[in-house]
């Protein structure tokens, strides 16, 4: 499974960047996310409690993130195990400065799942994909424009 889209956030890089490496925000943004702890520089664990059709359950997950361009991008490298599976994803993220203190925000990722979660069927796991993927980028968009209206 794989994809790509892109965010406009009316904010400059430098603020896109600070809330996109920010542990509370991350954790708020992901879907399910019950806990996110920081291990090392640049990798967590995270508790994350997600369904899938009638699949659903419990991940503990790592998250890491790997080849870091301060300001410009990073690969982001996911990996959980639960009851009903496991998935496996990697995704870069990076940031384009547009107009007038703007933010293009491109992404793209590929995942793989594995276990009970993998039976629904890869058209049905595509859709469920874009719906965790949307609903991070509204959030993030979210945390990101409400900082600039209180700023």
Known sequence: MNGNGSVELNASVEQVWAKILDPEVLAECIMGCKELVLLEDGKYRADLAVGVAAV?????????????????????????????????????????????????????????????????????LGGVAKLLISDFFKKMKKQVENEQKTA
Do not use: C, H, N
């Open 56 to 124: 659903k359950g419990k991940y503990d997950a790592t998250i890491q993130l790997t080849d870091v361009e301060e300001l410009k991008s990073y690969k982001l490298i996911v990996r959980g195990e639960g009851a009903p599976g496991f998935v496996e994803a990697e995704g870069l993220i990076e940031l384009i400065p547009a107009e007038e203190g703007t933010t293009t925000l491109t992404y793209a990722y590929q995942a793989e799942v594995g276990g009970k979660v993998a039976s629904i069927g890869q058209r049905m």
